[in-house]
């Protein structure tokens, strides 16, 4: 029995952090929210021919590489005038994939419902060269869609908390210190698998909903 107690708390070590003094642990919870809007990235990638003209310093090459992605980028601008989109250029790129050299080779555009993606979707699915991904998601009622979300994930770090201190012996105090980390699952979401993951859900709905999730770390005073 006492084994088992032993290799419990090594285990739950893997996931918190316990001494006398504090305890430390990180939690991952989620809510399904409704989504406002969506912001999605097109941007013209750089092909084998432009890796070539860097190793080659031809001029005639790189003529023709910016008059393709001219004509690329007059096609897209077109496409979108005359689907009515709503799209802007990008204010920042850190996001992008050719941030660099090729920032001025993208485009910001607004998905509001199922209907505007799927029509995205099958547009936009045989270019190659353009890579479309997540920019930014807007939430409706975003302030109290977060606040409901922290107070999911304050007490399931209270809950884990209480089950570390009474491992450890200790008694467990108020929250000392919060603080919000990155998930990396969510730092791309390419727009064709998102297509697809929303096509499986045969809601009749025009409007997104998602799962909204956030990741904190709380340390709490322990004695």
């Known amino acids: 029995m006492k084994k088992s107690v032993f290799f419990g708390i090594l285990f739950l070590s893997s996931l918190c952090y316990a001494q006398n003094g504090f305890i430390e642990v990180e939690v ?13 990235s097109l941007e013209i990638l750089n092909t ?28 897209i601008e077109d496409i979108l005038k005359k689907g009515k989109y709503i799209y802007r250029k990008p204010v920042n790129y850190n996001s992008l994939v050719n941030s660099y050299n090729f920032s001025d080779k993208a485009f910001i555009i607004t998905i509001k419902n199922k209907q505007e993606l799927q029509r995205t979707y099958n547009l936009f699915k ?8 997540l920019e930014e998601t807007f939430f409706k009622d975003d302030k109290d869609s977060e606040k409901r979300l922290f107070k999911k994930l304050l007490q399931k770090a209270k809950n884990k908390a209480l089950m570390i ?23 791309s979401f390419n727009i064709m698998d998102f297509y697809i993951n ?22 709490f005073i322990a004695e």
């Open 28 to 40: 991952k919870d989620t809510i399904r929210s409704k989504v406002l809007k969506y912001e999605y």
């Open 126 to 133: 045989d270019f190659e060269d353009v890579n479309i991904s």
């Open 165 to 187: 201190a009474e491992l450890s012996d200790l008694k467990l105090g108020k929250v000392q210190e919060v603080k919000e980390v990155k998930e990396i699952d969510n730092l």
């Open 198 to 219: 929303t096509n499986m859900n045969k809601s009749s709905s025009k409007s997104f909903f998602t799962n909204q999730s956030k990741a904190i770390v709380v340390k």
């Open 48 to 75: 084998t021919n432009e890796v070539n003209f860097v190793q080659t310093g031809s001029k005639t090459k790189k003529e023709r590489i910016n008059e393709k992605k001219n004509e690329l980028k007059e096609k």
